[in-house]
């Protein structure tokens, strides 16, 4: 019913900068919690950064002061603006969405992912 689709991946060198983009589309009663999950080579996804409709954000600690998140609830899109990139950073980056379908039941919905590679 909501189909998630990021975009804004490559290859950078450590230092450098890149914005992630998720846009929404499809029907649903509302969107709750958005965010951005990694998974880097031989690891287990993990949680980058999340956002509350209302705006409220947590970072994971190794991200805190590089990466900010943020949406756009009328155009049902979070971004993630990425800062000072470390090799550790890189991993394929996946969207997330807490979807209220249009009869009351909430429903993680995932984006395909997007590489980001980070070169020392």
């Known amino acids: 019913q909501v189909h998630l689709v990021e975009s804004g991946g490559g290859l950078v060198q450590a230092g450098g900068s890149l914005r992630l983009s998720c846009a929404a589309s499809?029907?649903?009663?509302?969107?709750?919690?958005m965010g951005w999950y990694r998974q880097g080579p031989g690891k287990q996804r993990e949680l980058v950064a999340i956002i509350t409709s209302s705006g409220t954000t947590n970072y994971a600690d190794s991200v805190k002061g590089r990466f900010t998140v943020s949406r756009n609830n009328v155009k049902m899109s979070v971004n993630l603006q990425m800062n000072t990139l470390k090799p550790e950073d890189t991993a394929v980056y996946f969207c997330?969405?807490?979807?209220?379908?249009?009869?009351?039941?909430?429903?993680?919905?995932w984006g395909q992912g997007t590489q980001v590679t980070v070169s020392s």
């Open positions: 997330n969405a807490a979807v209220i379908t249009l009869g009351g039941a909430r429903s993680d919905t």
């Open positions: 499809g029907i649903a009663l509302r969107i709750n919690d």
